[in-house]
């Protein structure tokens, strides 16, 4: 292992699976599923949804919450529990270290604008609240948190589909690699459960129908899977140079070793039939590392449950990582909470690498015999992880892969 690696000394998660990492850890661990139906969303052509479980902004002290999107409020609430999980309080600023933000996201403040266009169309241009942009913006939650924690180093949000989380972890660690950054606050956010996204979800054939029972319907890798469950939430992790991290004394949970991207060049929403663009990036991450795919013990795949990703990416785990990695998929538990389902994931991938504990696939009894690697399902599977592969794929054929260390 020759790469360049940084340290991981803080994690916050805000997800189906609850708020805060030891709740996040423990349902994961256990498989619990969390998709329900709501009857705020009667009428839609899906009702169902996995939903961060009483989240109050005011609760939780986001004073001027009803200021922010609800994606913006997720993150706030995980870039805080990161901060004090790393030890940096609000402008705490250990030796000047410059600090930016990197917040990903791939709807942004879409109920904010789904709301106002409403009020445009039912009430008139007049009634249109003043803060829909700095609420609707798809740079707003990363622009929320840095002022929140006082960090005036680049502030940045990539917008890349499903991988927007993902990417804004590997782009933090480039960051510091190239000197401009010593800390960096990276992750991704979203809250897309609303009746437009649903709807348009639902259009495309994307979301399970297992309406009967909502619970079972997000079921990576399981052969009668149909479709992705939509989740939200955010993931941040704190990544510091390891030796800025030594210096201050902080505790390295994990270290991100290795960070690939690229693009299918392909199809809007389909991804390549052969995967092309993931093997890419997953390549390209490995020789990031210095590694070959031997080294890879534990695969947290991008597993959405539908019919096409599922098969393709399992080949692409089989070519380049090989059969004996261990691989799950977590959104058995959280759904998809799309932008900010690669710094959710990354952070299951550290904390699987901190643990020594692979946490199980969710709601598969009947593995697709297509899929031809060692899913792990029913319980987790304790074992020693040195690296696992983190697997990010979005609209767009927009791939990104990140391979976290102990």
Excluded at 198 to 217: E, G, K, V
Aim: glycine share 14%; net charge negative; aromatic share 4%.
């Amino acid at each position: 292992m020759d790469g360049f690696a940084v340290a991981v000394t803080g994690i916050g998660l805000v997800t189906p699976a609850g708020i805060g990492v030891k709740e996040n850890w423990d349902r994961v661990v256990e498989g619990r599923p969390t998709a329900a139906h709501h009857a705020d969303l009667a009428g839609l052509p899906v009702t169902m949804a996995c939903r961060v479980p009483g989240f109050s902004p005011r609760e939780l002290g986001l004073r001027g919450a009803q200021r922010w999107d609800r994606y913006s409020q997720f993150a706030l609430v995980a870039g805080r529990e990161a901060l004090a999980q790393a030890g940096l309080g609000p402008g705490d600023r250990p030796d000047g270290a410059r600090v930016a933000v990197i917040v990903g996201s791939g709807a942004g403040g879409t109920a904010t604008l789904e709301e106002q266009h409403r009020v445009l169309i039912e009430e008139g241009p007049s009634e249109v609240s003043s803060m829909t942009l700095p609420m609707g913006l798809l740079n707003m939650a990363a622009g929320q948190l840095a002022i929140d924690i006082g960090a005036n180093g680049p502030c940045l949000a990539p917008c890349t589909a499903c991988a927007a989380g993902a990417s804004a972890i590997g782009l933090g660690r480039e960051l510091i690699r190239s000197g401009l950054a010593d800390v960096v606050v990276a992750g991704g956010a979203e809250a897309p459960i609303t009746p437009l996204y649903l709807s348009a979800f639902a259009r495309m054939r994307a979301l399970s129908r297992r309406s009967d029972d909502p619970a079972t319907a997000s079921r990576p890798f399981d052969a009668s899977r149909d479709g992705f469950v939509l989740g939200e939430g955010a993931g941040i992790l704190v990544l510091e140079s390891e030796e800025h991290a030594r210096a201050r004394g902080a505790r390295t949970l994990a270290r991100v070793i290795g960070y690939g991207a690229s693009a299918d060049a392909h199809h809007v929403t389909s991804p390549h039939p052969e995967g092309k663009g993931a093997e890419l990036a997953v390549r390209a991450a490995l020789a990031d590392a210095g590694l070959s795919g031997r080294d890879v013990q534990y695969v947290n795949a991008h597993g959405t449950s539908t019919p096409l990703n599922d098969v393709i990416e399992a080949g692409v785990v089989r070519r380049v990582i090989g059969t004996d990695a261990r691989v799950s998929s977590t959104k058995g538990v959280t759904g998809h909470p799309l932008g900010a389902a690669g710094s959710i994931e990354a952070a299951y991938a550290a904390l699987a690498v901190h643990h020594g504990v692979v946490p199980p696939t969710a709601n598969l009894t009947a593995l697709d015999p297509r899929v031809d690697v060692d899913v792990v399902h029913g319980e987790a599977r304790p074992g020693r992880v040195d690296v696992a592969l983190s697997n990010s794929f979005g609209f767009g054929g927009q791939n990104a892969a990140l391979l976290i260390a102990s």
